[in-house]
């Protein structure tokens, strides 16, 4: 049986909350990364997905402001940077919306050799109760999943 080697990992968690946007997060990642991560995940998106921010930008857009935080956490030094997919929503036209910027969102990613993380395992079913949009505890556990299988935790 092969023995699973401890790492030592310190996690820094940045988030900019109150209906934070991708090109919000353009913008304040530049405080994340203050304390020169050596890894960098990006989760966002999800507040772009509604139409409703920032004048209805096209899913492209979004996932280019999405994109350019990736590549500013490179240009400051990042060792690897992920980008993690747009969240299923209970809304049917914001899930497109949100399915239309993942969908860039992978295509960009290749381009600028950023790992995209793919949750598409997360269901609806793995939202709150009488929400739309965040996540259970059980959907939490299944982010934190895919991020580890991604970072080969």
Same mark, same amino acid.
């Given at each position: 049986? /092969?023995?699973? @080697?401890?790492?030592? @990992?310190? @996690?820094?968690?940045? /988030?900019? +909350? +109150?209906? /934070?946007t /991708?090109?919000?997060l353009k913008h304040y990642i530049d405080i994340g990364l203050e304390c020169n991560?050596? %890894?960098?995940i990006i989760h966002g998106g999800t507040n772009d997905i509604s139409g409703s921010n920032e004048n209805d930008k096209h899913p492209r857009t979004v996932a280019s402001e999405l994109i350019e935080a990736g590549v500013k956490a490179k240009n400051c030094g990042a060792k690897e940077v992920y980008i993690s997919s747009v969240l299923p929503v209970r809304n049917h036209q914001q899930d497109?919306? +949100?399915?239309?910027? &993942?969908?860039?969102?992978r295509m960009l990613c290749r381009e600028e050799? %950023?790992?995209?993380?793919? &949750?598409? &395992? %997360?269901s609806t079913g793995l939202l709150e109760d009488g929400d739309n949009v965040h996540l259970n505890q059980w959907g939490s556990r299944e982010l934190c999943k895919n991020f580890a299988h991604y970072l080969n935790y």
């Open positions: 049986m /092969a023995k699973l @080697v401890e790492k030592d @990992v310190y @996690v820094k968690k940045f /988030a900019y +909350g +109150g209906g /934070a /991708a090109s919000h991560p050596e %890894i960098v497109s919306r +949100g399915k239309d910027i &993942n969908k860039y969102l050799s %950023i790992t995209f993380v793919d &949750n598409s &395992n %997360i």
